[in-house]
């Protein structure tokens, strides 16, 4: 199953979440491999991968060090830096679309990562992106040629202001209607809404501001805010556990049974 990680904003958690769902899916024995499509590169830099990512080294020609596996918990981790590289991403893909030897080579050592075999495959993603985005069609294209009847499950992440929370929801209406949604290889099964960094004396006012989304998002996660989460820095299999993060993992695996 695809997890895909997505939001209206940076600087909400959407990586963390992302991890923290990667996370519990290892120490359940599940083989996860990590899709870091954000330009920051958080994930990837947690890892230990500083050099460039997959889309790069593809358009520089060069062999590339942007993907780890290692042991998490009862299961396997897989790390690959899709980009990362600042605002080159843009040419890059470009070039890859429009160049037939370039997007081969990119097919080719795509392929070489998702071939390896995983359970679950999380994607986090940087801001506001949908499906018609060239480096998603890159990237969805590839997949779906070795995985063609894969499913997918939306975590939307936010922060508990107001203003972004109705952001986050217009973003995931117009990904709802996006039209190429109706072509889109991937059968989307669900969608969840994580409102992260949530501090105790507000909770009453954020599930207010909830309280009008209806079943648009099932579930609906309130996370607390969390000092060791906020500015996390050390190795992953550190990341302290996170109840509602847990809740939501062990439902979309539910999910996965179900198919």
Not at 89 to 116: A, G, M, W
Not at 195 to 205: A, E, F, G, T, W
Request: proline share 4%; net charge neutral; aromatic share 8%.
């Amino acid at each position: 199953m695809r997890i895909i990680i997505l939001g209206s904003k940076g600087g909400v958690g959407k990586s963390t979440v992302g991890l923290l769902i990667a996370k519990r899916l290892c120490e359940l024995g599940k083989t996860v491999l990590f899709v870091d499509r954000d330009q920051i590169g958080y994930a990837s830099w947690l890892v230990g991968i500083k050099s460039k990512g997959l889309v790069a080294s593809v358009v520089d020609g060069e062999k590339g060090d942007y993907f780890v596996q290692r042991k998490l918990g009862r299961g396997n981790l897989q790390v690959l830096k899709f980009y990362g590289d600042g605002p080159r991403l843009k040419e890059d893909v470009k070039l890859i679309i429009s160049d037939p030897k370039l997007r081969t080579t990119f097919n080719e050592k795509y392929q070489e990562v998702i071939s390896l075999g995983h359970d679950f495959i999380v994607l986090d993603n940087k801001s506001t992106t949908f499906p018609s985005n060239d480096e998603i069609r890159l990237e969805i294209t590839a997949y779906s040629g070795r995985y063609p009847n894969a499913r997918g499950y939306r975590v939307f992440v936010t922060d508990p202001f107001k203003i972004n929370i109705e952001n986050t929801v217009s973003f995931a209406e117009k990904l709802n209607r996006e039209e190429v949604l109706k072509n889109l290889p991937v059968k989307i099964i669900g969608q969840a809404l994580v409102v992260n960094m949530v501090y105790p004396s507000k909770i009453h006012d954020v599930r207010s501001n909830l309280r009008e989304l209806g079943t648009m998002f099932s579930p609906i996660i309130l996370v607390p805010i969390l000092e060791e989460l906020f500015s996390f820095s050390d190795d992953i299999a550190r990341l302290p556990d996170v109840d509602e993060t847990r809740q939501l993992t062990d439902l979309i695996q539910s999910l996965e049974n179900e198919e």
